[in-house]
């Protein structure tokens, strides 16, 4: 199965561990702001009012590059290491606003948005890491069958028509 967006069947993946986090993590309209490291502050105001534009590859097809973009409202922290993306995915004839509790590792100070095994109904297992540095991502995902890599830059949303 090829993924018509990358980040698609992340953020989808993503989705179905709502309903297990629902009574953990508060709803987007309700996070509470958290203290941050100056790391954290800077991730967060990376990820915030910006469209992740770039282009991903599949394993059967590395040469060919297909375009990807996402738009993410704002990332909050949670607790420990999950934090909210209230992302905006259009896909079709979707077009949805959801939050999405994703867990952040640090490598030092890089943040990885990581996911292992994660199961979709109808979809799949996915694991992925995606690295930000800066003003740009880059990253690894894979659907047990399928994946492939995906880069790309952040750009501000007022800024993304440019």
Request: charged share 20%.
């Amino acid at each position: 199965m090829k993924p018509v967006v990358l980040l698609l069947p992340v953020l989808l993946l993503l989705l179905s561990s709502i309903g297990r986090c629902q009574e953990d993590s508060p709803r987007a309209a309700e996070v509470k702001p958290q203290p941050l490291t100056p790391a954290e502050q800077a991730f967060a105001e990376t990820l915030t009012g910006v469209q992740l534009i770039g282009r991903y590859t599949t394993w059967d097809n590395v040469d060919e590059l297909q375009k990807d973009t996402y738009t993410l409202d704002k990332v909050a922290k949670l607790q420990g290491d999950l934090w909210m993306f209230v992302a905006r995915i259009q896909y079709g004839d979707h077009d949805a606003k959801l939050p999405l509790p994703l867990s952040v590792q640090w490598a030092g100070d890089t943040p990885v948005i990581t996911l292992d095994k994660l199961p979709v109904p109808g979809f799949g297992t996915f694991s992925a890491r995606i690295v930000i540095h800066g003003d740009q991502y880059a990253g690894t995902w894979d659907g047990g069958d399928h994946g492939g890599h995906m880069f790309g830059r952040i750009v501000p949303i007022a800024n993304s028509e440019e």
